[in-house]
Nanobody, 123 residues
Framework: VQLQASGGGLVQAGGSLRLSCAAS????????MGWFRQPPGKEREFVSA????????AYADSVKGRFTISRDNAKNTVYLQMSNLKPEDTAVYYC?????????????????WGQGTLVTVSS
């Protein structure tokens, strides 16, 4: 399975961005998809995740109410709509997926990782 993320860039504080991540590969059987991020000089952290049916989502407390995760299963794509961005949201954002249908904040439980896309929020 390959994950291709896009949509990162430079935005001013208070602005919005939408990240996309398309999954591809033979016998595509992924279920949960989501996002982690790694701020400069810090460890990787969970951002959000969603199961295949879309009926269950999870968010980090730091982004709750500002970020919205969604997916289009016909396109094997997950989205992260980010609003009211803050300088502390600056990070490389990684798309992830796994074959099981339950959500997790543990990066070790995800089977596949994309290459990352940089989001920079200026103050």
């Amino acid at each position: 399975v390959q994950l291709q993320a896009s949509g990162g860039g430079l935005v001013q504080a208070g602005g919005s961005l939408r990240l996309s991540c398309a999954a591809s590969g033979p016998s595509l059987k992924i279920d949960a998809m989501g996002w982690f991020r790694q701020p400069p000089g810090k460890e990787r952290e969970f951002v959000s995740a969603i199961i295949r049916s879309g009926g269950n989502t999870a968010y980090a407390d730091s982004v709750k109410g500002r970020f919205t995760i969604s997916r289009d299963n016909a396109k094997n794509t997950v989205y992260l709509q980010m609003s009211n961005l803050k300088p502390e949201d600056t990070a490389v954002y990684y798309c992830v997926s796994k074959n099981t249908p339950w959500l997790s904040r543990d990066p070790q439980l995800y089977d596949y990782w994309g290459q990352g896309t940089l989001v920079t929020v200026s103050s």
